[in-house]
């Protein structure tokens, strides 16, 4: 939240405190910034709970300032002055002693928490079987008050609409107040005014306090869930929640035999309601001799008080005391928002109806069994209210069924890292939902004559009640798991609309039941029941797929997101290439090209290194001033140590291959790491870190991304994304840029600009491969360039100005060298880089550079004979983008399926042949200018170089041109868009390869330092490839190695796990996975932690700090405790691999 400048305010004025202390709200995000001071101590496992209470209060009471005036203060009064302010505020803030503190609920005995389930559980059964109980006395209540009985079942309608209406007031309350007052006051307020039904004197009395009997017993039932949370892990709480749902279906059909008894008995129906109200009210005095608080935060606001009282320091509080409250967010959050998820979710929507109806057929059924048990068997009310045994005995096979499954449950979710996937929940309500169906057929067919045995219909109720209990928990779990972080607007939605159906039900049923016929009626619903079976199967099969476009239509809706920048790339204004895609021979410069040995770096690179390494402080000090790293100032830091280059940090950004997936992923994360981005430079922003780095290197799809940002003078992202004449990737390679503003031509022409270009190098004398063609195709979408960008390329980049004065980092693009006989590419195969100066290999294998302008020159032994001219336009800015072979082969696998010119198909297919008959690859470099170079260096052999993607030896993420030790890379954002397990997500296989191929490799081609890392499953056991990681930190361990931030694919607002290929994606698609990059790269914009930026400058920071000899700050501490490697392996092999959304 902006504010004015407020430097000539007085710094006791209402003004000045208000900016200073108030910019943002203690809940602007998920968690509060906590100050070094405060979490130093502070365990992992202790922020994270933190995080958690956060959120879902957020979610629930929300983060808008309250009413309270702010441009006027209140006086002090007696004439006082106002107070200074606290030095230091998060310094007074009181937290849990470390995760193992007997404060917090998680700690207490098993024994004592098991005691508390048994209290709640039974207090939510009072409450639940008081709704059904006066299902028994409408016939009698109704004589009394000379009112019909369709007016007396008003008494069990207006109990459950108050159902409906409660959760709006206790959910909120419990995250307000805490779990106990909410908890007691509705057992209270229950208890009383069911003694006011007991005692009415008039139908009015009796409806409005049954109305408010309900109001007051929806507390359990929308708290104990959330004390269950507080008490219990997700293992563990699957478990109690069973017994919990237990409690609260058994209640109302353990009501109407209770009622029916008490009626016909001397007692009369007045004591069914002083039944009910002594059984609550025995739940109240439970509750509050023996529930202790358990919401976490409330419980932090008594440790404070009793603090301040034992130090007499007023200053000392909790976060939850800071929390201020708005009326109209609790209305949006609880009410409104709930309401325009039922209604635009599908899943919420359809599983919502699913479970009211089958809500409504619990007291359907109090009006129905009446009429068959009593009418047909002429049993009497307590007789006939036996009937429900049936249902209470196949609810408890549901429960037992369920807590059965509970076991592989565990097991599936430990084995995703603890994270759930919805569609696990769903094959127990299939079963459920068959099984009701049987059920209710079950009782509409035998239960219509007195000929068949009473036994029989009863039997039917232990499938009803089996089915109803496995289809509730389920699908109410199920929908719970879609949307997590919208958990509670999800719940209220459901209760919302469960209630209103289930307060209907009771109106109609007795009358269906005696109009239709039972056969008929029973008939009916269970029609209804098996016309809704296929609900859960069609989640279980298209669930992902619907989750999917719900996002697609809702990510312009999402929360907490920058705006994005519009601009125009600019065109290069430097197409060096003499001839278009053709090179073209020509004379040498007076200093003739040459191939140097890779021992040092270029002449050329160290040059420019002087004004980039200048360049880059005052984007960092920038970038750290932003950051909240406590009490250290690392603006001042780089200013004080700013004359000695060597002693500040040298940044390395990597983003990996995976095809489109990786650019728009790498994207994403590039966004967010750019100040040209819209609001990226606000306080908390990762903006200025691209214009910190000094270098920026690609591989494949990775290289498609750093190539179009550089070929169109180093645009930002968002002037790609939103140009509309590059990356429109809705346009098929196969059809061209058709859909284009610009550069719209169509598929004869398309084609005729392609052939003519690689015909053009062909006819030249050069050797074309299957990456001439598809590195032309990429050029159309990449490039905002008529052809595609024809003439640019790759070393016209050292040309540029703005390049040459050091305001970009260097840009590099990897490719994995095959030589000649190789059919699979080995792990210490030679890696291939393209800078704008150079092309060579630093690895003992090659050890040489050759200038890239002139990379088509006929060299031989390291020369230029004499005659021989240079050769310029050989390294194409698409045909380098294009090195990338197994990915570019299966897509023009697939052109005989398109409807590409057969002329075309022909050429391709030559090609292919040809390949495949020689079993080389796809990029030719010919001629090679190592020829020659090196007697014994197997890629000097050939007149031909063949290059294949750079992750085919697995590094997939291109670390090795930034771990040169000339280079004096300190730190590394890795950033992986690996499709490594089978559901295409990274594992770290890349960071393995790495240090495999340099650390751990009995034939190393490269000695290169690296940290060290775990293997691939250790990475999804412990979550690594879920969330940033350092490797590293501790550098007594890996001498020389930079410090990796490990940043891998994740799901936050969109599944970005698409295949490597697929090859066209709408604009839709397309931005929901930049934004995911985004989000990736950020943590969701801070939601997932708040302190991640002051984390990753601690690790920009990391290096430096050890060579200026500086005392790392307590909050960067903090933050190696949470995000550094510790050396823990569980090599143990994981299941299948399903992260679900971090966010919504």
Not at 269 to 297: H, K, N, Q
Request: with cysteine; aromatic share 12%; charged share 15%.
């Amino acid at each position: 939240m902006d504010h004015p400048e407020t430097s000539t305010l007085d710094s006791h004025s209402p003004k000045a405190f208000d900016d200073d202390h108030h910019g943002s709200h203690p809940l602007d995000s998920a968690s509060d910034c906590l100050s070094d001071e405060t979490v130093d101590h502070l365990e992992p496992l202790e922020l994270t709970r933190i995080n958690t209470y956060r959120l879902q209060q957020k979610t629930t009471v929300g983060s808008t300032r309250g009413p309270a005036p702010r441009e006027t203060w209140l006086p002090m009064g007696a004439g006082k002055e106002y107070p200074p302010l606290l030095p230091d505020p998060e310094t007074y803030v009181v937290e849990f002693d470390g995760a193992e503190d007997p404060l917090h609920p998680y700690n207490w005995s098993m024994t004592r928490r098991i005691f508390l389930v048994c209290i709640l559980c039974y207090g939510t059964f009072a409450g639940s079987f008081a709704s059904a109980v006066f299902s028994a006395a409408i016939a009698s209540s109704s004589k009394e008050f000379h009112i019909s009985q369709e007016v007396g079942s008003l008494g069990v309608t207006l109990y459950v609409l108050g159902f409906a209406a409660g959760p709006t007031i206790w959910a909120p309350a419990s995250e307000l107040i805490g779990r106990r007052w909410p908890l007691s006051l509705g057992l209270l307020g229950c208890g009383i005014f069911t003694v006011g039904c007991a005692t009415g004197k008039d139908v009015q009395t009796l409806m409005i306090c049954r109305f408010f009997a309900g109001l007051f017993a929806a507390s359990p039932i929308s708290v104990v869930p959330a004390v269950f949370a507080d008490l219990f892990n997700n293992a563990q709480r699957g478990i109690v929640m069973s017994i919990f749902c237990m409690a609260v279906f058994i209640g109302p059909f353990a009501a109407p035999f209770v009622g029916g008894f008490i009626t016909m008995s001397a007692l009369g129906w007045r004591w069914t309601m002083y039944i009910s109200a002594i059984m609550v009210l025995l739940g109240f005095v439970l509750v509050v001799l023996f529930l202790d608080e358990t919401y976490a935060p409330v419980i932090l606001v008594r440790k404070a008080a009793t603090l301040r009282r034992q130090t007499h320091n007023w200053g000392i509080h909790a976060k939850q005391d800071e929390v201020e409250v708005d009326f109209h967010e609790l209305v949006r959050n609880n009410f409104t928002r709930p309401l325009k998820m039922l209604f635009t979710e599908p899943i919420l929507l359809l599983i919502s109806l699913y479970i009211s109806f089958i809500y409504g057929l619990i007291y359907a059924l109090l009006g129905a069994y009446p009429v068959v048990f009593q009418r047909v068997y002429g049993m009497n009310m307590g007789e006939g209210g036996l009937a429900f045994v049936g249902l209470i005995i196949g609810e408890l096979l549901g429960g037992v069924f369920i807590l059965f499954l509970q076991g592989s449950y565990i097991k599936k979710l430990a084995a995703n890292g603890d994270v759930p996937v919805p569609e696990w929940r769903l094959p127990p309500a299939i079963v459920g939902g068959i099984t009701f169906a049987a059920g209710m057929f079950w009782f509409g067919w035998t239960g219509y004559t007195s000929s068949i045995h009473w036994m029989v219909p009863i039997s039917s109720g232990v499938l009803t009640g089996f089915g109803i209990f496995c289809i509730f928990l389920q699908c109410f779990n199920y929908i719970v798991d879609c949307y997590p972080t919208l958990a509670a607007s999800t719940i209220a939605a459901n209760t919302i609309l469960r209630s209103a159906v289930g307060c209907a039900f009771p109106l109609f049923s007795r009358q269906m039941m005696e109009n239709l016929g039972v056969q008929w009626a029973g008939t009916m619903l269970g029609c209804i029941a098996a016309v809704m079976v296929p609900i859960p199967i069609a989640f279980m099969v298209y669930g992902p797929w619907l989750r999917i476009v719900c996002l697609l239509f809702g990510v312009k809706m999402y929360k907490n997101r920058v705006e994005l920048t519009t601009t125009a790339p600019v065109n290069r204004a430097l197409p060096n290439a003499p001839d278009g895609y053709t090179p073209q021979g020509e004379t040498c410069p007076s200093k003739r090209p040459s191939i140097r040995n890779a021992t040092a770096l270029s002449s050329a690179e160290t040059s420019w290194l002087k004004a980039r390494r200048n360049n880059t402080k005052d984007a960092l000090k920038a970038f750290l001033s932003r950051v909240d790293l406590g009490s250290f100032n690392g603006s001042d830091y780089i200013a004080n140590h700013s004359a000695n280059a060597s002693a500040l940090p040298n940044i390395g950004i990597a983003v990996s291959g995976g095809g489109y997936r990786a650019l728009m992923n790498g994207g994403g994360a590039l966004q967010a790491f750019d100040n040209r981005t819209t609001n990226s430079t606000h306080s908390g922003q990762l903006g200025g870190i691209l214009q910190s780095a000094t270098y920026l290197s690609g591989l494949s799809g990775g290289s498609w991304l750093v190539g179009s940002i550089y070929m169109n003078n180093f645009s930002d992202v968002s002037s790609l994304q939103d140009n509309g004449s590059v990356w429109q990737f809705q346009d098929s390679i196969f059809s061209g840029p058709t859909q284009s503003t610009t550069w719209d031509i169509g598929t004869v022409e398309y084609y005729s600009q392609l052939l003519g270009a690689v015909d053009g190098k062909s006819n030249a004398g050069y050797e074309v491969s299957i990456t001439d063609y598809w590195g032309r195709s990429l050029s159309y979408q990449l490039i905002n360039a008529s052809e595609g960008g024809v003439g640019y390329t790759w070393s016209s980049i050292a040309l540029s100005k703005d390049f040459q004065a050091g305001t970009m980092p260097m840009p590099l693009v990897i490719a994995d060298g095959r030589a000649p006989g190789e059919i699979l590419v080995p792990a210490n195969t030679t890696v291939f880089e393209f800078n704008p100066w150079e092309f060579g290999s630093w690895d003992k294998s090659l050890s040489a550079f050759v200038s890239l302008e002139f990379l088509g020159s006929n060299f031989s032994k390291g020369t230029l004979a004499t005659g021989e001219k240079c050769v310029r336009g050989f390294d194409n800015a698409g045909f380098i983008m294009g090195t990338s072979s197994s990915l570019f082969n299966q897509a023009f696998l697939q052109m005989n399926n398109t409807d590409a010119p057969s002329v075309v198909k022909d050429a391709i297919s030559a090609i292919l042949g040809k390949i495949g008959s020689e079993n080389n690859d796809i990029a030719v470099y010919k001629p090679n200018p190592f020829y020659r170079y090196a007697s014994q260096s197997k890629y000097t052999s050939s007149p031909s170089l063949t290059l294949v993607d750079g992750g085919e030896d697995l590094q997939n993420i291109p670390l090795d041109p930034l771990l040169q030790p000339q280079r004096h890379v300190d730190v590394i954002l890795a950033v992986d868009s690996s499709a490594d397990t089978t559901t295409r997500w990274p594992n770290g296989t890349s960071l393995v390869a790495t240090y495999e191929r340099n650390v751990d490799s009995s034939q190393r081609n490269s000695s290169l330092p690296f940290p060290s890392v775990p293997d691939q499953n250790t990475f999804v056991n412990l979550g690594l490839n879920n969330r940033p990681t350092f490797f590293g930190c501790n550098s007594s361990n890996a001498t020389g190695a930079p410090l990796v931030v490990y940043i891998p694919n994740a799901p936050y607002i969109y599944p970005s796990n698409v295949s490597t290929f697929d090859l066209q994606y709408n604009t839709s698609e397309r931005n929901a996975i930049i934004e995911n990059g985004y989000d990736v790269a950020t943590l969701g914009n801070g939601t997932v932690d708040s302190n991640w930026p002051a984390c990753l400058a601690c690790a920009i920071l990391s290096r430096s700090f050890e060579r200026t000899n500086t005392t790392v700050p307590k909050t960067c501490s903090t933050c190696f405790k949470t995000y550094c490697w510790n050396g823990t392996i569980n090599a143990t092999t994981p299941g299948d691999y399903y992260p679900t959304l971090k966010l919504h």
